[in-house]
């Protein structure tokens, strides 16, 4: 093999080498673009859900103040009823009682 020869396959080499060198620095680049655009995204997603999980939490607790207020007049209602039943017992007695006299 002649000189010229091994220095055309020489400066072939190294261009292949610089090609392959740069190929794999874009590849690198573009992994690392990939990878920031999927973070933002992940965070903008993630900042989201985190928004809805809020939203639905103090919407969760309203609906529980709600409920307490319903069961409280529900067994203010229950508690008049017995009443009322005992007092319409007592009212039927007592006219039962005048007619008796």
């Known amino acids: ?12 080499l190294k261009e292949c080498m610089k090609q392959v060198r740069q190929a794999r620095e874009e ?16 965070k903008k997603m993630k900042a989201e859900l985190e928004g809805r999980v809020s939203e639905m939490t103090q919407r969760l ?16 209602r229950g508690k008049a009823m017995v009443e009322l039943r005992e007092a319409k017992v007592k009212a039927e007695t007592e006219v039962k009682l005048l007619q008796v006299k």
Not at 1 to 12: N, Y
């Open 1 to 12: 093999m002649t000189d010229s020869r091994v220095s055309q396959l020489d400066g072939a």
């Open 27 to 42: 590849q690198h680049q573009k992994v690392s673009e990939a990878m920031e655009n999927k973070t933002l995204e992940w």
């Open 61 to 76: 607790l309203e609906s529980n103040a709600q409920n307490s207020v319903m069961s409280k007049s529900l067994q203010e």
